[in-house]
């Protein structure tokens, strides 16, 4: 089993910034892939950003070049710094975490939330 700590978020105006963290612990490895995924109200959830095993990340077209994502060194935290946030960035934040054979672990969520 895989358990996954997320902190941050919160209330911030539009243009301010924000930081998440995800640490993962249990049965971890540093072949492993994760990132962080957002729920708004009445929508699917969506790829924010996720870096893969081999360290390639991913951006949703809607958060990049605002949102940067990073890895810790023992490969199982990741931080997501989201920079010139907008009221379409309101949603649940959810880290995931994906282990080298394909197992998924989810976070219960942290709300962030732009205000006009």
């Known amino acids: 089993q895989v358990q996954l700590v997320e902190s941050g978020g919160g209330l911030v105006q539009s243009g301010g910034s924000l930081r998440l963290s995800c640490a993962a612990s249990g049965s971890v490895s540093s072949s492993n892939a994760m990132g962080w995924y957002r729920q708004a109200p009445g929508k699917q959830r969506e790829l924010a950003a996720h870096?893969?095993?081999?360290?390639?990340?991913n951006y949703a077209g809607a958060v990049k070049g605002r949102f940067t994502l990073s890895r810790g060194d023992d490969k199982n935290t990741v931080t997501l710094q989201m920079n010139s946030l907008k009221p379409e960035d309101t949603a649940v934040y959810y880290c995931?975490?994906?282990?080298?054979?394909?197992?998924?672990?989810w976070g219960h969520g942290t709300q962030v939330t732009v205000s006009s």
């Open positions: 870096i893969g095993t081999t360290g390639t990340i």
């Open positions: 995931r975490y994906t282990t080298n054979y394909g197992r998924e672990y």
